[in-house]
């Protein structure tokens, strides 16, 4: 009988514990903020010509930021992923900027002229090409819009 009790004891204990470990994870998912919804999503609009942009810019009274990156690089695309689909991030990318995006392997004389040497790099500038600021590799969404 005393065996019995304690395999009891021992199995609520078992059960209380994974109902724990369950509800907490449930938490964890509820209170965890989504980036956004697609339905939230700001569509970010973005060229490949940068001399096209450098026009635009000028017309427009913006800058520039140009995102240069390459197919096979993982943080490059974490930061598509992660940063650029923050809501705060694409509302101050698509209020005072053109966007570029330059991949380097089909414009390796570009990527050359700016000086990119690492993946990704970003770049702010201005309507004539001059270089405002720079950040070399993954940025979270908080750093980028500090940068910007």
């Known amino acids: 009988m005393k065996f019995l009790n304690r395999m009891l004891l021992v199995l609520g204990i078992v059960v209380i514990c994974i109902i724990t470990i ?4 449930n938490i964890n998912k509820i209170s965890k903020p989504q ?19 450098f026009k635009l ?14 197919n096979w690089c993982g943080y490059c ?5 992660d940063t650029f689909t923050d809501l705060n991030v694409q509302a101050r990318l698509t209020q005072g900027y053109v966007l ?5 392997d089909k414009n390796p004389d570009l990527a050359s002229q700016y000086k990119v ?10 309507a004539y090409g001059n270089e405002i ?16």
């Open 22 to 25: 369950f509800a907490i994870s």
């Open 35 to 53: 980036n956004q919804t697609q339905d939230q999503q700001i569509r970010l609009q973005w060229s490949t010509d940068l001399n096209s942009a």
């Open 57 to 70: 810019a000028e017309k427009s009274n913006k800058l520039v930021f140009v995102d240069f990156y390459a």
């Open 77 to 81: 695309k974490q930061l598509d992923e």
């Open 100 to 104: 570029v995006k330059v991949n380097t």
């Open 117 to 126: 040497y690492g993946l990704p790099t970003l770049v702010v500038m201005d």
């Open 133 to 148: 600021k720079r950040q070399e590799g993954f940025v979270e969404p908080e750093e980028l819009l500090n940068m910007l």
